[in-house]
């Protein structure tokens, strides 16, 4: 191994970011509701999957409740 590449010499520290590390999982959602994601997050030029991560992460990050009425 190369010198430079020698880390025991070195102070290893915690990842800052491993918090922030992300999840990937599987989840059911409507066809219009990717729909509205896909063409929100095209006028804004980012991916809509970020686009609904970003949004959630918000709802989570604010303590949003959900209001929800059953008929």
């Known amino acids: 191994m190369l010198k430079e590449y020698d880390i025991d010499k070195l102070n290893p520290r915690p ?6 590390l992300k999840k990937q999982i599987t989840i ?3 066809s219009s509701t990717v729909d509205y994601f896909k063409a929100q997050a095209s006028q804004v030029g980012i991916p809509y999957q970020t686009l609904i991560d970003m949004y959630l992460t918000d709802c989570a990050e604010s ?4 209001h929800l009425k059953w008929d």
Do not use: I
């Not at 990842?15 to 922030?20: H, L, M, R, V």
């Not at 303590?63 to 959900?66: A, S």
């Open 15 to 20: 990842n800052p970011y491993a918090k922030k």
């Open 63 to 66: 303590n949003r409740k959900l």
């Open 28 to 30: 059911n959602l409507t």
